[in-house]
């Protein structure tokens, strides 16, 4: 895992807070954002064995309750790097395995998760950073990745008032599948665009489903599996 953009050392203890805050219109409610994606993969996943999961640029944890309650059985990895973000943690969810970065080969995961990872990585790392996510898949396992969508004016306005995302460059859903495709690595894809509806209206995100092909959602997925053979 190479240098993120943002220095999220320095924010750690007040993450949670800053994002809230910026959210503001959309909702406030940072809770929403983390289980509607754990949720999504749950739908997606669970029926099927998946007794390990990474989320790879995990910061403090916002997804990790989630993933404990609908995944219960599977053992949970963290990694990120932020080593103060780690901490926190690793306070909160003692049991959940703490993987630094440069630990991570040799790890095999049935399920990989980066939330929001991506556009905090250095445009030329990107697609050297991505094979080692790739190959840190087990086979016939899954990686899903969540992204900020650029053409969402909201999502755009949010990014701009984000203390820790000065300096980043956004990845449209095509660039996302881009990077992804490497032929070093087989894997099945799907992508569309989600959360087209904030807390407010959160009665109503059923629908995502049926409109995951219109540009509009304030992110979008990428969702792999890789073929068993690999």
Not at 21 to 28: A, D, E, N, P, S
């Amino acid at each position: 895992m190479s240098e993120s953009i943002g220095n999220f050392d320095e924010v750690a203890d007040t993450y949670a807070g800053q994002l809230k805050t910026v959210l503001g219109m959309f909702g406030g409610e940072i809770e929403y954002f983390a289980l509607y994606k754990v949720e999504f993969l749950f739908n997606t996943l669970e029926k099927l064995p998946i007794k390990t999961i990474l989320d790879y640029g995990s910061g403090i944890g916002a997804s990790i309750p989630y993933f404990k309650v609908l995944f219960p059985s599977a053992q949970i990895s963290a990694t990120d790097l932020s080593t103060e973000s780690l901490k926190r943690l690793k306070i909160d969810h003692p049991e959940v395995d703490i993987i630094q970065p440069c630990d991570l080969n040799g790890y095999r995961f049935d399920l990989v998760f980066l939330s929001c990872v991506i556009h905090h990585m250095a445009v030329d790392t990107r697609i050297t950073e991505v094979g080692k996510i790739l190959g840190l898949v087990q086979s016939g396992g899954y990686v899903c990745v969540f992204e900020h969508n650029p053409f969402n004016p909201i999502t755009r306005r949010i990014v701009s008032k984000c203390e820790f995302d000065k300096g980043v460059m956004l990845v449209s859903k095509r660039q996302l599948h881009q990077l992804f495709a490497t032929p070093q690595e087989s894997f099945d894809f799907r992508s569309g665009y989600c959360l087209f509806f904030p807390p407010a209206l959160k009665l109503f995100r059923f629908l995502d489903r049926f409109i995951r092909w219109l540009p509009l959602g304030g992110q979008h997925f990428l969702l792999g599996q890789k073929s068993e053979s690999t």
